[in-house]
Nanobody, 125 residues
Framework: VQLQASGGGLVQAGGSLRLSCAAS????????MGWFRQAPGKEREFVGS????????YYADSVRGRFTISRDDAKNMVYLQMNSLKPEDTAVYYC???????????????????WGQGTLVTVSS
């Protein structure tokens, strides 16, 4: 499975961005898709996850209510809609995939076996 994240860029505080993640290869068993981010000098942290049906979604407390994760399996795409962006949202954002459905409730990187290359989001104040 290959994952390609895109959509990052520079945005002012309060603005919005939508990140996309294109999956290719053996995507049929990618039960859970997730987004993580890594700010300069910090550990990579969980942002959100979504299960196969799209019914179960989980978010980090820091983004809940502002970010929305969605997926379109017909297009092998996962999205992260980010609204009301803050300077502290500045980071490289990574999409990830997991074959284990239990990963949807996990905030740990170890639950995911496949990672994209990351896309940089910069929020100016």
């Amino acid at each position: 499975v290959q994952l390609q994240a895109s959509g990052g860029g520079l945005v002012q505080a309060g603005g919005s961005l939508r990140l996309s993640c294109a999956a290719s290869g053996r995507t049929y068993n990618m039960h859970v898709m997730g987004w993580f981010r890594q700010a300069p000098g910090k550990e990579r942290e969980f942002v959100g996850s979504i299960n196969r049906s799209g019914v179960r979604k989980y978010y980090a407390d820091s983004v809940r209510g502002r970010f929305t994760i969605s997926r379109d399996d017909a297009k092998n795409m996962v999205y992260l809609q980010m609204n009301s962006l803050k300077p502290e949202d500045t980071a490289v954002y990574y999409c990830a995939a997991a074959t284990d459905s239990r990963a949807v409730i996990s905030t740990g990187r170890d639950a995911y076996g496949y990672w994209g290359q990351g896309t940089l989001v910069t929020v100016s104040s």
